[in-house]
Each structure stands twice: as C-alpha cells, then as structure tokens.
C-alpha cells in the first residue's frame, strides 16, 4: 500500500517534470568514454553536468571517492553545491564531507540517484531519503562475480594450507605432507542473494555442500536455486557447529548489527574459516579476535571492518590467521561499464515515465 501511494505521488510529479529537460549530475569520478555514453543515450532530452575540475583524481580504476586530499577553492565549491541543488538525476552520492548537509536538503530537485555501491542502507538513514520521494537504484548483482572469487581464493588459501606452503619455501624445506581437499566440506552463507548464489555456484563445482541463512527464502526455491539446504536464524548455532567455512554476505541493518557475537562464535566448528565481505558491523570484532586468539576460529578473511580504514593500532593486523585486505575485494576495472549499463536502462525508465520497471531499486523499508 505505502509503495503504491509513493508511485501515485511520484507519476503527479512526473506530468510536469517530463515537459522539461532533465539535469543528470555525475558527482563521483567516471571515465568520459562513460559519460559520453550516458550522453548518447539521453541526448536532448537530458543535461548530462560533467566537471572534471570538481572530482577528485582516480586513485586506481573503479575509484568512485578520489584522492583524499583533494580540495575544492571557493568558485569551485560554488559550482558544486549549485549542480547538485539543481540535478533531477545523480551519479552516484558522494562522500558525505563534501556535501553542505547530511539530511538530503542539498538536493531539493533530486528524484533518483544511481549509487555504485550495493550496501548502501546506513547510508540512506544518514541522508533521510526514506522520508522523500528519491528513488534510489543501486550496484546490485554487479560485484557478485568478483566478490565469489574472493571467497574461493580465500577458501582455496585456508583449506590447501597455503600459508604453510609458503612457509616450507621461505624455509627452503622440502617436506611432504597430507592436504585436504574442498570436496565434502560445508560451507554456510549468510544471506542468500545475488553474490550468495554465485558463491554457492562456485562452491558446488568443488564438490562443497552449501548451506544458506535467509530471512525469506523457501527450501524449496533454495533447492532450486542451487543450496543444499535453507535454515533460518534461530538454527544458526547448530549449522555453526559442522560449517567448515562461513561467508558473510548480508546487508548491514539494525537486524544484522553483530549478527555474529560471541555466542556464535563460540558454537562454530573449531579451525572454521570466516570470511565476511558484508559489512564490519556485522561482526562483534572484540568476540572474533578472542575467538581467533584461542584458535577456536581457524582463520578469518576480511575484506571489511567495523571502522574503515582500519586503525593501525588493531590486533587484526598481527594476528597471523588474518587476512586482510582494504574493502577492494568487488572492485574490478569493468564494474564502472557495468553501472552505466544499469545507470542507462534505469534513466530511461524515468524519462519514459516507468519508474516500476527500473532495476536494483533500493527498499527503504527493508534496508537494502
């Protein structure tokens, strides 16, 4: 009922805003044979606001928050704070310090914004777009084969033993051993999605037996979605007890905030490897650091942390059954053709009026 009324208030809206050429501002960096693109397809009937001057520098490719130095003079900033007060269509949200207010007031024309992020929940109470009638479009999908290799590397990495692998060679030892092998071991993914299914998918051709946390998925859709088997919250401590590995891909919300406690931990397999590529919040990190301390967690791979970057003063960083590395585990060089790709098809849904076929809508009232 709430989603009809808002697409009722949207499509009155919509009536005057179609006579009009609408402002798309791209706010984040973004190669110009992409905007150019976007260009293309909008043609007149788009004002695609690209300024070069007022982004930060790529710090690598896929960079969508620049150099952390960057600062913008006073004319600058004036150009700035006047794109994005007037832009019916927004590339991505820029990083929170840049923007005049925190509580969407900056963008008083705004009707959907594209991020290039797919856990963008926190950040949307932040801004209080809930109580507007922004859409909002996110990456969604776009990270989940990147994000599955991570966790197969990091799978690979724990169950082969490559640690003591390189350890013989720094050694120059020469010395045979039993391994072992990913077949018949189970691993257990929190949040049965886009990036849980690839995961499953890659998992099930090493011979892995998949099981999956969802708060809505049926067994029987899970079955056929390629999982073993589906178990629901309150039966998360006895799948802890025999998962060999545990891949945390859930959105963060207040249902998930530390989601794994220490009671969790304590009910895991012992040696079991924990990968999160969630969110750090997701994890109480004191209760995982006493958990990897006395070995009852075997190994953690972590792509994010409770606070980013990481302080250099955290236990994680000398903890030798840690892995870490600096939120980068989805970002590959083809996500920005990928984004566009969702960014054009969805500009369309809005110029022709159909905002209910657009793709990877944000839910305000999920949270993801």
Same mark, same amino acid.
């Given at each position: 009922m709430k989603s009809s009324l808002f697409w009722l208030r949207w499509n009155k809206q919509w009536n005057k805003f179609n006579k009009m050429t609408a402002k798309a501002f791209i706010s984040t960096p973004l190669e110009t044979v992409y905007v150019e693109k976007i260009r293309s397809v909008g043609g007149k009937r788009v004002e695609v606001v690209y300024e070069p001057d007022l982004l930060p520098d790529r710090r690598y490719a896929a960079d969508h928050k620049?150099?952390?130095?960057?600062?913008?003079?006073?004319?600058? $900033?004036?150009?700035?704070?006047? =794109?994005?007060?007037?832009?019916?269509?927004?590339?991505?949200?820029?990083?929170? !310090?840049?923007?005049p207010s925190k509580d969407g007031s900056w963008a008083p024309k705004l009707k959907w914004v594209q991020t290039t992020s797919s856990g963008v929940?926190?950040?949307?109470?932040? $801004?209080?777009?809930?109580?507007?009638?922004?859409?909002?479009?996110?990456?969604?999908?776009? =990270?989940?084969?990147?994000?599955?290799?991570?966790v197969m590397m990091m799978t690979l990495n724990h169950i082969k033993r490559f640690d003591h692998l390189q350890n013989e060679q720094n050694k120059r030892q020469w010395k045979r051993y039993c391994g072992?092998?990913?077949?018949?071991?189970?691993?257990?993914? %929190?949040?049965?999605?886009?990036v849980g299914d690839r995961i499953a998918k890659q998992c099930k051709n090493f011979g892995m037996y998949v099981s999956a946390m969802s708060r809505t998925l049926t067994k029987e859709e899970g079955i056929r979605r390629g999982y073993d088997s589906v178990f629901y919250r309150e039966n998360m401590k006895d799948v802890m007890a025999y998962s060999d590995v545990v891949v945390l891909c859930v959105p963060h919300t207040a249902a998930t905030e530390h989601?794994?406690?220490?009671?969790?931990?304590?009910?895991?397999?012992?040696?079991?490897? $924990?990968?999160?590529?969630?969110?750090?919040?997701?994890?109480?990190? !004191?209760?995982?650091?006493?958990?990897?301390?006395?070995?009852?967690?075997?190994?953690?791979?972590?792509?994010?942390?409770? %606070?980013?970057?990481?302080?250099?003063?955290?236990?994680?960083?000398?903890?030798?059954?840690?892995?870490?590395?600096? =939120?980068?585990?989805?970002?590959?060089?083809?996500?920005?053709?990928?984004?566009?790709?969702?960014?054009? =098809?969805?500009?369309?849904?809005? $110029?022709?009026?159909?905002?209910?076929?657009?793709k990877n809508k944000f839910d305000f009232s999920e949270g993801y």
């Open positions: 620049g150099a952390e130095n960057f600062k913008r003079n006073d004319e600058q $900033l004036s150009r700035w704070f006047k =794109h994005l007060a007037s832009a019916d269509f927004l590339w991505d949200i820029p990083p929170l !310090e840049s923007l929940g926190q950040l949307m109470e932040t $801004l209080k777009f809930k109580s507007s009638n922004i859409v909002v479009t996110t990456a969604k999908g776009v =990270h989940a084969a990147p994000l599955s290799e991570y072992e092998s990913l077949r018949g071991k189970c691993v257990t993914i %929190i949040g049965a999605g886009e989601m794994i406690d220490k009671p969790i931990f304590e009910s895991m397999k012992r040696g079991c490897l $924990l990968v999160n590529i969630a969110r750090g919040q997701v994890i109480d990190e !004191e209760a995982m650091i006493e958990a990897l301390l006395s070995k009852k967690l075997g190994a953690a791979a972590l792509d994010v942390t409770s %606070i980013e970057p990481l302080p250099s003063n955290s236990p994680l960083w000398d903890l030798p059954n840690v892995f870490i590395s600096p =939120h980068s585990a989805s970002t590959v060089g083809e996500e920005n053709g990928m984004i566009v790709d969702i960014f054009i =098809h969805n500009m369309e849904c809005m $110029l022709n009026g159909t905002p209910n076929k657009m």
